[in-house]
């Protein structure tokens, strides 16, 4: 039996492809990074960017995402605790939360590293000073959070031992040199973890842009250098992939 989101679940997500006609922040003149691994394609519905990467159409970011972040049905749908669990995580490790948010994953995280570190990670400066904020009245002292930027988280080299990225790999705008740059921050044998909704299930209520299959991570993975080494089916509607920096 599949799990189906509720009824304000998808009640919201109808709200935020709403604001999906609202252009894109960033228009191809002000895109950094290397052109040439993209294609463009004019016709691409509402929830598309033009922008096509592997065989794959990168999807326009929502605008009102911080509302889809905090949703009170996420609990059900995505299982939060038991996908930080499935990190297999040790107290010491130095943990990156690409695509941080509010936070709703970050802190969750910390308190299962109390002698590593969280890095928050985000483009938006609003979503970095709510986690500051709670930061300060949760009284956590090992996260740090980040400004990236679309094709660079900004970590220190060499430094990460986990990477998680959930459900925001598919809106990078510049995904092959985010993740070189995501390659550059881990250490050696660390590892890169990509939770997506399922492409290959039509019958999950997310838009088809919004979903990605596990071939087309896997291939877009090996683009980089990273090595696949297990997928969990663990959660309703997500993949839990897990890839591996090699060993220098």
Known sequence: MR???????????????????????????????NEAHYETRPDTGRDGSGRVYRGREIARSLPEGHLWFERQTREVE????????????????????????????????????????VYAVDIDPAMLDTIRARMAERKVRNVTPVRGSEDDP????????VALIVAAYHEFSHPYEMMRNVVSALRPGGRVVIVEYRGEDPTIPVPERHRMTEAQVRDEMAAVGLIWRETKTILPQQHFMIFEKPME
Do not use: H, W
């Open 3 to 33: 799990l189906r989101f509720p009824t304000d679940g998808i009640r919201l997500m109808a709200v935020l492809l709403a604001a999906l006609i609202v252009p894109s922040a960033c228009t191809s003149s002000e895109q950094p990074g």
């Open 78 to 117: 995505e299982l939060p605790e038991r996908l930080v669990e499935a990190l297999e995580l040790k107290a010491d490790d130095v943990v990156a939360d690409i695509g941080a948010g509010t936070g709703y994953l970050t802190f969750r995280i910390s308190a299962r590293v109390p002698s590593g570190k």
């Open 154 to 161: 900004n970590l220190p080299e060499g430094s990460v031992d």
